[in-house]
């Protein structure tokens, strides 16, 4: 396996684990970091099943991903970024299509944008926790009990 595709992987897993963490914290979690490693995974198994990849699968993945921010809103600055990265990720992957093979700097690119859409999409608020630095939200209560402003 390449090492590329062992780091997206790793990158799905802490997804994964933060989600499941925050989840029981606060009893919400990260969707659209979730959505990122669901898609990118569905890609990945069928590219792994079909030995290609597939356009429209492709497609059909970042559509649906522009449809949920769509119509749930970009929360947040990290949500805007990885929403903003949907079409250049799909510039790559049309780019390689109309070629017929990508090239070393669309593949990494590619790579690259998606490893930055799953790292933004990681839960926020167990890494806030984690550092001591929230001032509001549903943590906040958490904090006035230790005496804390």
């Known amino acids: 396996m390449h090492w590329a595709v062992a780091l997206l992987l790793c990158l799905c897993a802490a997804s994964l684990v933060l989600n499941a963490a925050q989840q029981r914290m606060v009893g919400t979690v990260r969707v659209s970091g979730m959505l990122v490693c669901l898609f990118w995974g569905a890609q990945e198994l069928h590219w792994w099943l079909a030995g290609s990849d597939s356009i429209v699968l492709f497609l059909a993945c970042d559509l649906l991903l522009l449809a949920w921010f769509w119509r749930r809103g970009a929360v947040d600055w990290s949500d805007r970024v990885i929403a903003a990265l949907i079409p250049p990720t ?13 090239t070393p700097e669309s593949y990494w690119l590619n790579i690259s944008m998606v490893a930055a859409q799953m790292l933004l999409g990681l839960p926020r608020i167990v890494r806030q926790r984690a550092s001591g630095a929230y001032s509001h939200g549903p943590l906040r209560p958490m904090e006035s009990q230790r005496g804390g402003t």
């Not at 799909?90 to 990508?102: D, E, K, N, P, S």
Request: hydrophobic share 70%; aromatic share 16%.
């Open 90 to 102: 799909a510039a790559c992957v049309i780019f390689a299509w109309l070629r017929g093979g990508a």
